[in-house]
């Protein structure tokens, strides 16, 4: 089936650097939502994307998704400890009953102050 | 709204033990589903429904069942506790649309589960 693959597993970064993460796939996308999840919480929304080349904006995060539609990236400029947390990238399968979202295995940020 | 609502939040278990999560949602979503995380295996989805009376398996399903007879509820029932059910299980629900716009999940607050 459809998966989706998400690098770096783990990251590691001082207060103020940048950090990337990527979503990739083998087969063209019809759209891609991101997906935040603090330490001990639940996964919480971020974006959606869905046209080719779409970037968006919120406040010092930044989502992209390819021209090809095969890959997607989130961007966080400098890192603050609050951005502590897993980043999951997920796919929406949607065909009638059934509907599912294909998660990657996400990534997981840490913030030295 | 309260949103998406897991009880319990916490719960250990003995082997061969049944026990119902339960998960109920007041933003009147047709589709709910139910995710256990484990360490380094992302979120895996054992059960899913589109509506009231329909439900269908995700890809870790054994051991599980679930049944959704009103829109806001969907429990999700242990049969026979086993240690390799010790997980984070978190419910989910969103709207039901052919687009693909608004379907973004909902999460509830996970209940982590310990079976000895």
């Known amino acids: 089936g459809q998966q989706v693959m998400q690098i770096p597993q783990y990251q590691h970064v001082q207060e103020g650097e940048d950090f990337t993460t990527y979503c990739n796939s083998s087969t063209t996308l019809s759209n891609i939502q991101w997906y935040k999840q603090r330490p001990g919480g639940h996964p919480v929304f971020l974006i959606q994307l869905v046209k080719s080349g779409e970037v968006k904006k919120q406040k010092r995060l930044t989502f992209q998704f390819g021209e090809a539609k095969k890959n997607s990236s989130l961007h966080i400029t400098a890192t603050q400890t609050t951005d502590v947390g897993t980043y999951f990238c997920?796919?929406?399968?949607?065909?009638?009953?059934?509907?599912?979202?294909?998660w990657g295995l996400g990534t997981s940020l840490a913030v030295n102050p | 709204n309260a949103g998406v609502t897991q009880t319990p939040k916490f719960q250990v278990l003995k082997t061969g033990q049944s026990m119902t999560l339960q998960c109920a949602q007041d933003m009147n979503h047709e589709y709910m589903s139910w995710y256990r995380q484990d360490p380094g295996m992302g979120l895996r989805l054992i059960h899913y429904?589109?509506?009231?009376?329909?439900?269908d398996q995700g890809e870790v399903p054994n051991g599980y069942n679930v049944s959704r007879s009103t829109t806001e509820d969907f429990p999700l029932r242990l049969l026979s506790a086993a240690p390799s059910q010790t997980s984070v299980y978190f419910c989910?629900?969103?709207?039901?649309?052919?687009?693909?716009?608004?379907?973004?999940?909902?999460f509830g607050q996970g209940t982590r589960l310990t079976v000895v």
């Open positions: 997920a796919l929406l399968r949607n065909a009638g009953n059934n509907r599912k979202l294909i």
């Open positions: 989910a629900s969103s709207y039901r649309t052919a687009a693909v716009l608004n379907t973004e999940a909902f």
């Open positions: 429904s589109v509506g009231a009376g329909i439900t």
